[in-house]
């Protein structure tokens, strides 16, 4: 791997935490992700599923973790499932995980091979009443392919169609939305290496560059840092293409007087970083641009003393909302009329800055968590408010990523945000 050896201590306290969340006498049996196929025969790169990951760090695809807290033999309490070497593998794609670097890595001491799971998972299923699955349950997202979990469920389910079985997803995401002291050192690495990655591009971005260099440039800043991966495509977008949320074409040329966002973000040991950040292309923003840019800043600086705990997303954007309906009214962009004819309140702001403040992140970018879960200490938020103008070609948007603390604590505060600074190291 990429990453430095993670503390397997991470591994053992998250099985502990689930098992402290089971019910009496149950399993829960994990599937590692498909490798999934591109064309021909290639596949695209292998990622971990993040829940495989988080309870044992095995980052290797035909993996099978069952977790049996109460079972009579200890040794049948935490095992785990590889996939096994052989010659052919050793020559054309590398060595696998022997058993004893998947116990080093993981933590857990039985490890067979794959090809014993079905015999081992039959003696933990009849030795317990309640089966845990772990199918894909985000709430904004409905996978198109059936995932490996959701095939295994249902083979299992029909030859064991007599027991209880139940949801592992809403207790993984009770645990994993709260990060631990290993966890938040790894997210911080990821920000590190994200916000030094846009540091350097703050000296190379110019005019007549095409946003694909700009991304080219991203991708060598994160793996050269040891990044596995981008933890999302990266947006590269000057001036229009800002206004387009999602925009990830990159294959536009950097216009002299355009802005350029970038929302970006390295994976690091399959943690995730998130940064936005919004620069005049020709290293100086004009007076329309900067007092724009300035008040989204604005709103940006207020919602970062909002992550504290007992807070949470719905309440965040609510009073964020609230700040920069102030701001939009001050630059002119919306009027107290506006305000007036509402027919939901602060339709006229979402007008310009149309998605929401933060979402948690971890293993995901865009994490587990609920808009109404209660902040907690050690909990880690995006804050991204963006004001969007179509009409002016402006599209603003300034990310950072929060750890929620009484004094919340800003995992990316050395990265430049102040039209001053951002100019100062352009015309450097
Ligand atoms: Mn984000």
Not at 192 to 218: N, P, S
Not at 384 to 401: C, K, L, W
Request: charged share 25%; hydrophobic share 35%; net charge negative.
């Amino acid at each position: 791997m990429k990453y430095s050896k993670i503390d397997k201590q991470l591994f053992k306290d998250n099985r502990q935490r689930l098992a402290a969340n089971m019910e009496p006498q149950s399993v829960a049996i994990l599937f590692s992700n498909d490798v999934m196929p591109r064309g021909g025969d290639q596949t695209y790169a292998f990622h971990q599923h993040a829940d495989l990951f988080y309870l044992s760090g095995i980052d290797q695809a035909d993996t099978i973790l069952a977790l049996c807290p109460q079972h009579e033999n200890p040794a049948l309490r935490e095992v785990l499932f590889i996939t096994e070497n052989n010659e052919h593998s050793k020559i054309w794609t590398g060595n696998k995980y022997s058993k004893e670097e998947s116990r080093e890595i993981s933590g857990i001491s039985t490890v067979y091979w794959c090809s014993e799971a079905e015999k081992i998972l039959r003696e933990l299923i009849l030795s317990s009443k309640t089966i845990y699955f772990d199918l894909p349950e985000n709430k904004a997202y409905v996978p198109q392919v059936t995932t490996n979990n959701e095939r295994q469920a249902a083979y299992y389910r029909s030859l064991y169609p007599l027991h209880n079985y139940a949801r592992l997803a809403p207790i993984m995401e009770q645990l994993r939305v709260q990060k631990s002291s290993i966890e938040l050192q790894l997210l911080q690495q990821a920000c590190k290496i994200t916000g030094d990655t846009f540091k350097d591009l703050l000296t190379q971005v110019h005019a007549d560059m095409g946003e694909y260099e700009i991304e080219g440039r991203i991708t060598n800043g994160f793996l050269s840092r040891r990044a596995t991966c981008h933890s999302f495509h990266p947006i590269v977008a000057s001036g229009k293409n800002a206004c387009i949320l999602h925009y990830e074409d990159n294959h536009d040329i950097c216009q002299d007087g355009d802005l350029l966002l970038l929302d970006m973000g390295a994976e690091y040991a399959h943690y995730a970083g998130d940064l936005s950040r919004t620069i005049p292309i020709n290293s100086k923003f004009s007076p329309r641009q900067k007092q724009i840019y300035e008040a989204c800043l604005e709103v940006f600086n207020y919602a970062k003393t909002l992550y504290v705990p007992g807070m949470s997303i719905n309440k965040i954007h609510r009073l964020t909302l609230q700040k920069m309906q102030e701001q939009l009214l001050k630059i002119d962009l919306i009027k107290q009329q506006d305000i007036e004819q509402e027919v939901v309140k602060y339709d006229s702001v979402r007008k310009y800055f149309m998605h929401g403040t933060a979402h948690f992140v971890g293993l995901d970018v865009h994490d587990v968590g609920g808009k109404d879960t209660v902040l907690d200490y050690g909990m880690v938020l995006s804050c991204e408010p963006g004001i969007y103008v179509a009409e002016e070609g402006i599209g603003i948007r300034i990310e950072t990523m929060m750890q929620v603390n009484d004094h919340p604590i800003d995992m990316m505060a050395d990265v430049p945000s102040t039209v001053q600074e951002i100019e100062s190291i352009m015309q450097k």
